[in-house]
């Protein structure tokens, strides 16, 4: 008995070293893309945050806290918290605007929300910079909109639109709005319409109904959307840049300008390892409450 | 048991239910009595599911009204109703606690904290469950998620209880236990249930009354017994237990009965409004029906018994007649059993035995095809359905 148990153990023990190879196999190449395209620059970011600055860029082998002492300036704190905001209202504006949207979407038979889904996606695939810079051209002072109302004679004098924070959360609002009407269309498709019966017969009206049941099985979604908008909102610079004409300087912009224009390499790494923290904490606070696999 | 001298609880009068070009209800009537167990007994897509769900308030008729207590509610939203539904799926909350679930419905109708409390686990008490209050929906059995389901609608009070087909998901044995428990909390309560399914033994067993559906009709309401014993339609007698239907046509009527030729042999049955020369449906079940090597008064159908079939509680003896129908005979599993192979006659005791109408079904169709070009006639239509098939 005993011996055939310790064949038993032998045997399974074999097995699993020979699953181990297998999965190593499998595993490895991702393993090995992580650790030269993720790890490996992410632990290079992290050491020239702790460096001096060269004098004509680079860094200097000097062991420093200055960058992130530096980064209690009152000036940051305020692009900081102006990025914080700015990334608040793209999602919620976003979420608004997608909410009924991905619900009046998954009343749809599955093969037109598919189609309506490759409607929203349509766009994605001109280059990011292009559309902007083409609602750049409508909303510009001499844009579409203004020559029109100008000719029509409604106004007098064009309304400024571009390059204002407005124009900035308009082109955030516009960039980003795929990424919350996915994560909700998957979470609300799954709902089961039952539920919602079953509310309404316990004498749930459709207002209470929709905070009782439809929004906190809804959450995941709304939580995974919201994620999705709200950290890339906090470096899309580019967007800034096009929309806001740089006068609403954001978290990107100022990482982007400390690496491009200010040549100081150590100062926008420390920013950098400040945003990854946040966006950690951000992802550490989801996973409270939702589930990651919303996110994908 | 049933206060047929009282007013309905529920009464549907001429509900019909279109989907897209397809007549799901047709000008179903409908009354169901407090306190009784009426069951809506019929195969899948006969209408029984969206007939309680026009109750329910989830569908509107597309024609007709619903009755609750003498209102009107045809317009009323499901929220606004004093009914309650007990799910096929179930429909448990996934992301409150049991506790919650239950006290879902009295939450919405701000009854104070303690008195929500306190009805909760009374009624977690009942469908003992009492120490289940904290799990989730996922962490119970099928049988405790169903008693949940119950918990949960039978709280309110409601006038009337709809269940939709509950213990379609349970296994066997669960499935008849959960069928004497739901019987016994319905006698307890004394609240009425509107109850669906497919099953005709679970209808048999638990109801009051069964309205047997067929293709968005009702062919037949009543008691067990009265279904069982004397169907109404070919179809409710092939559809609830077994039914030997012989075709036939009425050819004599002599004294009081009425000679029946078919196309193996002559019978005699007993009935009133045939006329000569009507086609007619003999119903006959498989424990009614015997045989005999001597010829048999009033019975000249002969047949050769062609097997028997052991089935524990009694023998299924089959007689081919001379046409390939073959007959079931229902035999006592101690006794003695005909040879295969030999010549026998068949009969039967003509009380037990249901003449019905063929013509109807037929006739039924010309009504029908009529009606979808004169729609002003539809009010008579509605007599088929509460009345079968009695012109």
Redesign the interface.
């Known amino acids: 008995m005993k011996i055939l148990r310790q064949k038993h153990f032998e045997k399974t023990s074999d097995t699993n070293k020979g699953h181990r190879g297998e999965i190593f196999s499998l595993v490895g190449p991702l393993f090995l893309w992580m650790l030269l395209f993720l790890a490996l620059p992410l632990v290079y970011v992290i050491i020239i945050s702790f460096l001096e600055k060269g004098i004509y860029g680079g860094v200097q082998m000097i062991f420093t806290l200055e960058n992130y002492t530096a980064l209690w300036n009152p000036t940051y704190g305020k692009v900081i918290w102006r990025s914080i905001v700015l990334a608040f209202w793209t999602s919620l504006i976003c979420l608004l605007i997608s909410y009924p949207f991905a619900f009046i979407l998954s009343k749809f038979s599955k093969k037109y929300q598919g189609f309506c889904i490759l409607l929203i996606m349509l766009p994605f695939w001109i280059n990011q910079l292009i559309r902007l810079n083409g609602w750049s051209n409508i909303l510009r002072d001499s844009g579409t909109i203004n020559t029109i109302l100008l000719k029509l004679g409604i106004i007098s004098e064009p309304i400024t639109m571009m390059y204002t924070d407005g124009a900035t959360l308009f082109g955030m609002v516009y960039a980003l709005l795929p990424f919350m009407v996915l994560p909700l269309n998957n979470s609300i498709s799954k709902l ?1 319409y ?2 919602i ?9 459709r207002i ?2 929709f905070f ?2 439809i929004l ?2 809804t959450l995941p979604g709304i939580f995974a959307g919201t994620i999705q908008v709200f950290i890339p909102s906090l470096d899309a610079f580019y967007i800034a840049d096009v929309m806001g004409g740089g006068n609403s300087t954001l978290l990107g912009n100022l990482i982007k300008d400390q690496f491009m224009a200010a040549r100081n390499w150590p100062s926008g790494a420390a920013f950098s390892v400040i945003l990854i923290l946040f966006t950690l904490i951000v992802l550490k606070c989801y996973t409270k409450v939702g589930n990651l696999e919303d996110l994908a | 048991m049933i206060k047929t001298d009282r007013e309905p609880i529920v009464r549907l009068s001429g509900v019909t239910k279109d989907f897209g070009k397809s007549e799901v209800l047709k000008h179903i009537d409908l009354d169901v009595y407090e306190g009784e167990f009426l069951t809506l007994l019929g195969p899948s897509g006969c209408g029984k599911t969206t007939t309680l769900r026009i109750i329910a308030g989830f569908e509107t008729p597309s024609r007709g009204c619903v009755y609750l207590e003498q209102a009107d509610v045809t317009a009323l939203a499901p929220y606004k109703r004093n009914v309650n539904t007990v799910f096929q799926s179930y429909a448990l909350f996934p992301h409150m606690n049991v506790f919650d679930n239950v006290a879902f419905g009295l939450v919405e109708k701000k009854v104070p904290k303690p008195e929500i409390k306190e009805r909760v686990e009374k009624m977690l008490d009942l469908v003992q469950l009492k120490n289940f209050g904290k799990r989730k929906p996922h962490q119970m059995s099928g049988g405790q998620r169903q008693r949940v389901a119950i918990a949960r609608a039978l709280v309110n009070n409601p006038k009337v209880l709809l269940l939709d087909e509950p213990l379609g998901a349970l296994d066997l044995k669960l499935r008849k236990q959960m069928q004497m428990e739901l019987k016994h909390l319905q006698k307890q309560l004394g609240i009425t249930f509107v109850y669906v399914t497919h099953d005709q033994e679970e209808a048999l067993t638990m109801s009051d009354r069964i309205a047997v559906m067929n293709n968005g009709v009702i062919e037949q309401i009543g008691t067990a017994q009265e279904i069982y014993e004397r169907p109404k339609t070919k179809f409710v007698a092939s559809f609830i237990g077994e039914s030997n239907i012989i075709e036939a046509s009425v050819t004599g009527f002599d004294g009081g009965l009425i000679e029946l030729t078919a196309e193996n042999g002559v019978v005699h049955g007993r009935g009133s409004g045939f006329v000569q020369d009507e086609m007619i449906y003999i119903s006959i079940r498989p424990e009614n029906t015997r045989y005999s090597f001597e010829p048999v008064e009033n019975f000249r159908l002969r047949g050769i018994v062609k097997e028997h079939i052991y089935v524990g509680s009694i023998i299924k003896t089959v007689v081919a007649l001379p046409n390939g129908q073959r007959l079931r005979l229902n035999q006592h599993p101690h006794s003695e059993l005909p040879a295969i192979g030999s010549a026998v006659t068949v009969y039967w005791d003509m009380d037990k035995a249901v003449i019905m109408h063929t013509a109807e079904d037929t006739l039924y169709d010309l009504i029908e095809d009529a009606l979808l070009n004169r729609p002003d006639l539809a009010v008579k239509q509605g007599r088929r359905a509460e009345g079968g098939k009695s012109f």
């Not at chain 1, 019966?197 to 009206?205: C, F």
């Open positions: 089961d039952s539920l019966e079953a509310a309404h017969d316990l004498g749930a009206s209470s109904t009782r049941i906190p099985l």
